[in-house]
């Protein structure tokens, strides 16, 4: 979902309208380069061969090779009409020309097609209908459970619709709403409470949240946190989950608002909370990239390994940052232009900072498995610049611990997850 938050942040910028299109039956355009077999179907059984079988000459729904035929089928089309398949998505197409931008983001069946030549896009629509079965489903509204609405100030996201109905199907109603989604400075434990009758209905939730979690960045510690207890859930579990909901049911039309005219500069927050969780003590690393005006990828992620120390733990929270930058800078430099700086990543560590910045081998570092270095090699390259601030301003704190309201509420505004109502309103500030 990343690209496709990108993809709408750049719409966002340049001004772009973002058409919608929906292939029908699309698994069944390409033939099988391989042989399968089927039985006869029924009613249809030959009288001379009963027993005999059906090779597929064509690709079905249901089949495994099915996707991949479908891919395989429309990319070779897109090829043809000039379009290069993007090297950090390969579900993203791109036709760049000197006076000419289009793209195209295919999600199965469903596309996106959006640029800066309206004549251009309208031929490419009409062509793809010629060439497939479309319905052309005119400026992007719902994509894939999201619902994008282009403001006079740029696109909004959100899944007010999807989150109103957890609300209903999980009997939150009538409960009090909450603030923040999970008590501050909560650690969850494994046998605290009693374990649930059935733990199918817990797991129903956290799924369904962890899909919410597409445009609710501000939730996606608490989910993150709550799923690490889905084999044996226990009545404090359900609790900690329920909460969540009581606190989407104070904003269920929040989400990012993607702003036209904002500087177009990828930058980055990393953070981790060491030895955060009660049971291993291993830590949560946490991050978020923007493009423009909000925020496009985000990550809260428990640790592999238990850090020795806070400057350890935050490290190797770096390192995945700087994973995440390098394949931004991929995709950015396919769609748009070559990122020729160094991405400022913001840390809040100095003794991290310092260590990913200097080569010099550490008597007390060399434990840290290898791959965590690859930080380092990219800041030498100049690929990436990891710089100091102020913990109060590390807004990744929202990714690693539960805040307080106050703190919480300020993080949140400054990631730009803001409602609905003051989307539409444009009170949304720079």
Not at 137 to 152: N, P, S
Not at 156 to 172: C, D, N, T, V, W
Not at 364 to 388: A, Y
Request: charged share 25%; glycine share 6%; with cysteine.
């Amino acid at each position: 979902m990343v690209t496709v938050r990108s993809i709408v942040s750049l719409a966002a910028f340049r001004n772009w309208r973002l058409w919608q299109l929906d292939v029908k039956n699309a698994f069944l355009y390409d033939e099988l380069d391989h042989e399968v077999f089927m039985e006869q179907p029924k009613g249809f059984v030959s009288k001379q061969f009963p027993q005999h079988v059906c090779r597929l000459k064509k690709a079905l729904y249901g089949l495994k090779q099915a996707p991949c035929a479908w891919y395989g089928k429309v990319a070779q089309y897109f090829i043809f009409c000039g379009f290069k398949v993007a090297n950090s998505d390969s579900s993203l197409f791109v036709k760049l020309e000197p006076n000419m931008h289009l793209l195209v983001l295919l999600y199965v069946d469903d596309m996106i097609i959006t640029g800066d030549d309206e004549t251009e896009i309208s031929q490419l629509r009409n062509n793809l209908s010629t060439r497939f079965e479309i319905k052309n489903l005119g400026e992007i509204g719902c994509f894939l459970g999201l619902e994008v609405e282009k403001l006079d100030q740029g696109y909004f996201i959100s899944q007010r619709r999807y989150a109103k109905s957890l609300l209903e199907r999980f009997g939150i109603g009538e409960s009090r709403e909450m603030a923040t989604p999970m008590e501050p400075y909560l650690k969850l434990k494994k046998e605290e409470g009693e374990l649930l009758k059935d733990a199918r209905w817990f797991r129903q939730l956290v799924g369904s949240l962890i899909y919410l979690t597409i445009t609710r960045l501000e939730i996606a510690y608490s989910v993150g946190i709550i799923s690490q207890f889905m084999q044996n859930p226990r009545t404090y579990h359900l609790d900690a989950a329920k909460r969540i909901l009581r606190y989407v049911k104070g904003s269920p039309a929040y989400g990012p608002m993607y702003k036209k005219g904002s500087d177009f500069v990828l930058r980055g927050f990393n953070d981790a909370d060491w030895t955060g969780d009660a049971i291993d003590r291993r830590s949560t690393s946490g991050y978020c990239f923007s493009l423009g005006s909000a925020v496009d990828s985000w990550c809260s992620k428990k640790q592999s390994s238990v850090a020795l120390s806070n400057t350890e733990a935050e490290y190797m929270a770096a390192t995945m940052a700087a994973q995440e930058c390098i394949w931004l800078k991929c995709l950015i430099e396919d769609i748009f232009s070559k990122v020729d700086y160094a991405v400022q990543i913001y840390c809040d560590n100095d003794s991290a900072i310092r260590l990913a910045s200097n080569l010099v081998f550490h008597g007390r570092t060399k434990h840290i498995e290898v791959h965590h270095h690859f930080v380092r090699e990219k800041i030498l390259n100049q690929e990436i610049e990891l710089q100091g601030i102020p913990t109060y301003n590390q807004v990744v704190d929202i990714f690693t611990k539960a805040l307080v309201k106050v703190k919480f509420k300020n993080f949140r505004a400054a990631l730009r997850v803001v409602d609905r109502k003051h989307a539409l309103r444009g009170s949304v500030t720079n």
